[in-house]
């Protein structure tokens, strides 16, 4: 494996890692920010182990596994999760769509999140 595939499977790791601490702490808002940024990563690792390229500089998940041709690759359940948590990271930056989202994320449905960034997380290493 190589140093930047290396580097984006640590980043993923890492935002996992604190996407759990903000469930601890109850701040669920990052919770689904940071589920986010782990897939995000790990599709850039993907993308660059499978195309010997650096990822393109997009948040967007479907178009990061687009460009790298492996969307198709996707189960249709994995494809509604990439597009569940899509916004997450945009709206999680901007205070109009703050108050919206924290509506909508409590608890239960951050630990839903998590465990479905864990598996496709997972998922997407067993594939590097």
């Keep these: 494996m190589n140093d930047k595939v290396k580097y984006w499977i640590d980043l993923s790791d890492y935002d996992l890692d604190t996407a759990l601490a903000m469930l601890q702490s109850k701040r669920y808002l990052y919770v689904g920010f ?6 995000e990563k790990i599709l850039k690792a993907y993308f660059t182990n499978i195309k010997n390229e650096t990822a393109p500089l997009s948040h967007s998940l479907s178009f990061l596994a687009k460009k790298g041709d492996f969307y198709n690759d996707f189960s249709d359940k994995q494809k509604d999760f990439i ?12 205070p109009s769509y703050k108050e919206r989202l924290l509506k909508s994320l409590n608890e239960q449905k951050c630990r839903e999140i998590l465990n479905e960034t864990k598996k496709l997380q997972e998922w997407i290493k067993a594939k590097l």
Aim: overall charge negative; aromatic content about 6%.
């Design 83 to 94: 597009d569940q948590i899509e916004p997450l990271n945009i709206e999680a930056r901007y």
């Design 34 to 39: 940071m589920c986010h940024q782990t897939i």
